[in-house]
């Protein structure tokens, strides 16, 4: 890449990754992006939809190795590379291409790409009814729970924030409000699952 | 610890979660901690309360850690793609270059291209193909279609055809002057027969008496004899005729002698023959000791004949008979075939030793030998018939 950094093996990649490293990270993106991209374009996506893919793909690579529950048994670029097919065939099977033949030319491997895309549908799946239950919460529960669980910010500065009289109110105020995150998240999944 | 503690007393449930999100943030140490671990190991529905607040928490925070990785990765993207930009600046100087519009038909049929390239690429190649099948296949098609056997062609000459010829409706009425009833019907097919010995008999080519009814031969001086077939080599195209007619008297000695061996290659030869209703001569060479598709029963000869002519004499330069004309290959030109006269002496041979009571008399001799050509037909000519087939 040019940028005199050195450059990581795929066990450093992870615990690199692993520690929030973010260069790393970004490095990795860069090392695996035109794989990804070149499969992609092969098979009538445009670039756009290929970025898409490679950041859902990363993604999918990224929660799991900061969960600490990855299993690699191959490269990471032949993980990347199986999610990253899995992902773009589940696209163009929406997209109604029944028929049109993939063209790749890497052997189907044994990488656990299939459970962990299946395990990223499930939390994919959890935190989009998240975020549907934040829209619908309202002020000022949503600013107030995205303060502290999104952006981590302490109580004491949520209290200044929100202008709460004293951190008692505030920490009664989130209480209230998680309270009713709960029952509109529960209330969702319960809704999901009756499907 | 108990219920009636007053630290229990004094927590509302928000206390509570607040203490749960210390507790889950790793913030809660010391003795509050030593409490409510054990308070959450003591009692189960405490434990379920906690459960359900993790539950909900950590979905909370995984989700902000999933926004903040979105960003990340968007903000990785972003540098890549203001690189690429920055590099076409570098390259042409110019930051703002005019980006390449494809319009949304052209991207839609790349798409497809690049999606259907190898389907259509398999498409193109059945196409091709077919059209080759196809060609080669009408060829094969025309090439079969011939009007003929195998380009063979027997030379047995249709008469109806010329019904419509005045000359020939002439001779007709000409003929029932002489009381040959039969002669007023047209005869079917006609070809060219000669004389085999003095006493009646004649050569002619199978193919020519197929199917007759009745045969009648017409000598060079208008002369009807009826006559009967006596023996067929339908392999060989030979017939044998015998005159059957109170009129006639015999023929005169024959001047010519039957070759019974081969002939050479290159041997000067001609024929006479009835094609139409006056003799005709025609010459060529021997092309060949095998006729059509190597059949050694016949010989090739490079002699123009045409239908009418089956069944007429093949001789050589010296006047010995050679050969019985039978057919012709359509598309070769000057490719006409005849049965050889070893068959036809064999023939003879077999007949003979089967009726010794009907004598076989062959001439020995031969008066044409050392004969310019036009005397030789001149004796010839006698002893050469039309072969006129009813049905």
Redesign the interface.
């Known amino acids: 890449m040019g940028k005199g950094q050195p450059s990581y093996t795929d066990e450093e990649f992870v615990t690199a990754i692993r520690r929030g490293d973010?260069r790393a990270?970004?490095q990795l993106?860069?090392l695996h992006?035109p794989m990804v991209s070149h499969f992609v374009?092969?098979?009538?996506g445009?670039e756009d939809e290929a970025?898409d893919v490679y950041?859902e793909g990363?993604?999918v690579f990224?929660?799991k190795v900061?969960d600490g529950s990855l299993e690699l048994s191959c490269q990471i670029k032949t993980y990347l590379y199986a999610v990253c097919r899995r992902l773009w065939l589940k696209r163009l099977a929406e997209k109604s291409?029944f028929g049109?033949?993939l063209?790749d030319h890497e052997p189907y491997l044994e990488t656990g790409a299939e459970a962990d895309l299946a395990e990223a549908e499930e939390?994919d799946r959890?935190?989009a009814l998240?975020?549907e239950a934040l829209e619908q919460i309202g002020e000022p529960c949503k600013s107030l729970?995205?303060g502290f669980?999104?952006?981590?910010r302490s109580m004491q500065q949520l209290t200044a924030d929100f202008g709460y009289t004293n951190a008692d109110n505030a920490?009664?105020q989130?209480?209230?409000c998680?309270v009713r995150?709960?029952k509109l998240?529960f209330s969702h999944y319960k809704e999901e699952e009756s499907y | 610890m108990g219920l009636n503690h007053p630290l229990t007393l004094m927590m509302t449930e928000a206390d509570y979660y607040a203490l749960f999100d210390a507790y889950q943030s790793g913030k809660l140490v010391g003795t509050e901690r030593a409490n409510l671990e054990r308070r959450l190991t003591a009692d189960p529905s405490f434990a379920q309360r906690y459960y359900d607040f993790q539950e909900l928490t950590t979905t909370l925070t995984s989700y902000g850690e999933r926004l903040a990785t979105r960003q990340k990765l968007q903000a990785i993207q972003a540098e890549i793609d203001a690189e690429e930009d920055a590099e076409t600046t570098i390259e042409t100087g110019n930051p703002n270059m005019p980006v390449m519009h494809i319009s949304p038909i052209e991207r839609k049929l790349r798409e497809f291209w690049g999606a259907h390239r190898a389907t259509m690429a398999v498409a193109a190649s059945v196409a091709i193909m077919a059209v080759f099948v196809t060609l080669l296949g009408i060829e094969w098609w025309r090439a079969s279609k011939s009007p003929s056997l195998y380009g063979y062609t027997v030379l047995r000459r249709e008469v109806e055809r010329i019904k419509r010829n005045q000359r020939a409706m002439g001779r007709a009425i000409n003929q029932i002057d002489g009381t040959k009833s039969e002669a007023a019907n047209q005869s079917k097919f006609s070809g060219t027969g000669f004389a085999l010995t003095a006493d009646g008999y004649l050569v002619t080519s199978y193919h020519v008496i197929q199917g007759a009814d009745s045969l009648l031969v017409e000598s060079r001086d208008r002369q009807h004899y009826h006559a009967e077939p006596v023996f067929t080599d339908v392999a060989h195209d030979l017939a044998i005729l015998r005159i059957r007619d109170k009129d006639f008297t015999g023929f005169k000695r024959l001047p010519y002698s039957f070759k019974r061996g081969q002939s050479d290659l290159g041997e000067k030869v001609y024929t006479l023959g009835y094609p139409r209703e006056d003799l005709v001569f025609n010459d060529g060479s021997l092309s060949a000791r095998s006729g059509f598709e190597g059949d050694t029963a016949f010989y090739q000869v490079s002699i123009p004949v045409n239908p009418g002519n089956s069944g007429g004499p093949l001789l050589d330069d010296r006047g010995n008979l050679i050969g019985v004309v039978s057919g012709r290959q359509m598309d070769v030109q000057s490719a006409a075939f005849a049965t050889k006269s070893s068959y036809l002496m064999k023939l003879v041979d077999s007949l003979a030793a089967a009726s010794p009571k009907e004598p076989y008399n062959l001439s020995r001799t031969n008066l044409l030998a050392g004969t310019s050509r036009p005397q030789q037909i001149r004796k010839l000519q006698d002893y050469v018939f039309v072969v006129k087939v009813y049905e």
């Open positions: 973010d990270l970004a993106y860069r992006l374009l092969q098979n009538s445009t970025k950041q990363v993604m990224y929660e900061r291409r049109s033949r063209d939390r959890r935190f998240m975020g729970l995205e669980y999104l952006l981590d920490k009664n989130k209480y209230k998680l995150l709960k998240f």
